[in-house]
């Protein structure tokens, strides 16, 4: 079996009104590569006629980010010419690339009409070689991810990119990072393996569920050896987890702020590029 490292619990960074849990990074992990950022928003209910998610106009290059819209909405709109609404069970996969500007609204109807909300980003960081590449965006509702069942249905796999038991995800992967998230009723459970070299994304959403043994409750991540390579999720009681791996990149990663690069000078420049229009010009 894989061997657990160890398990973090993820730190309460409330952003004005938004309820937000922060699993990486914390005091006690920096990043997982390439796994470099989660904000766990929510879950909290919005009532009538509210301001809605907080997230104007800013710029982003050199990474991607996977948002997972559990409930609620977002309105997504960048200058690479991506504009969707996602609504809840659907995720946004968005490549910065060499650079961008967006911006994450609710849509109007959730401002006028509330609701519950919980709203998961992760970011991963993009190899050297990809630093630069053009910017994407795909959106995706809930009936266009695929959904593995097992266990007559105890267990749903979500599968994002990559593939499960042979499904695969409909979102291609420049870094051949497999994402998906999983469903389990209590008493469900599955078995995987991932190679030793690659890196796992492991977080609870909800519940809890014993992984090779060890009990992990919502709000945990949890970090593993690159020893062995059998993964057992056993579900104590209903629970949502984030499941994901990929080959590190063994490179220098040096962020600030909205930017993820390889050294303080390309920090530097994606400043003055963002600065002098280059990651195009908003018009919201």
Do not use: C
Not at 22 to 47: C, M, S
Not at 88 to 108: K, P, Y
Not at 112 to 123: F, H
């Amino acid at each position: 079996m894989r061997k657990i490292k160890n398990t973090y619990k993820a730190a309460y960074a409330p952003m004005d009104d938004l309820v937000t849990y922060r699993a990486i990074p914390t005091r006690e992990v920096e990043y997982i590569d390439p796994f470099l950022f989660l904000n766990h928003h929510g879950p909290q209910v919005y009532k009538a006629n509210n301001r809605g998610l907080p997230f104007g106009p800013h710029p982003h290059r050199g990474f991607e980010t996977l948002t997972f819209i559990l409930e609620g909405d977002i309105m997504h709109q960048d200058t690479s010419g991506g504009k969707d609404i996602i609504e809840a069970g659907g995720v946004q996969w968005m490549t910065a690339g060499r650079g961008l500007i967006h911006a994450e609204f609710s849509s109007d109807k959730f401002k006028k009409e509330g609701g519950p909300l919980e709203i998961l980003q992760l970011w991963f960081n993009l190899p050297a070689k990809y630093k630069m590449t053009q910017p994407k965006y795909v959106g995706l509702q809930k009936d266009q991810i695929p959904v593995v069942s097992e266990e007559a249905g105890k267990v749903k796999v979500h599968v994002i990119s990559g593939n499960w038991r042979g499904t695969e995800g409909p979102i291609p992967s420049l870094s051949d990072i497999h994402m998906a998230s999983a469903e389990l009723e209590a008493g469900g459970s599955f078995t995987t393996s991932v190679a030793e070299e690659r890196n796992i994304f492991f977080y609870v959403v909800r519940g809890a569920v014993k992984v090779n043994g060890e009990t992990v409750e919502k709000l945990n991540l949890v970090e593993f050896e690159n020893e062995g390579e059998e993964i057992k999720v056993e579900a104590q009681e209903n629970s949502y987890i984030l499941f994901g791996h990929a080959l590190p990149f063994n490179e220098p990663v040096v962020s600030h702020g909205p930017f993820v690069m390889n050294t303080e000078q390309e920090i530097q420049k994606a400043f003055r590029d963002y600065q002098q229009g280059k990651m195009g010009s908003w018009e919201g």
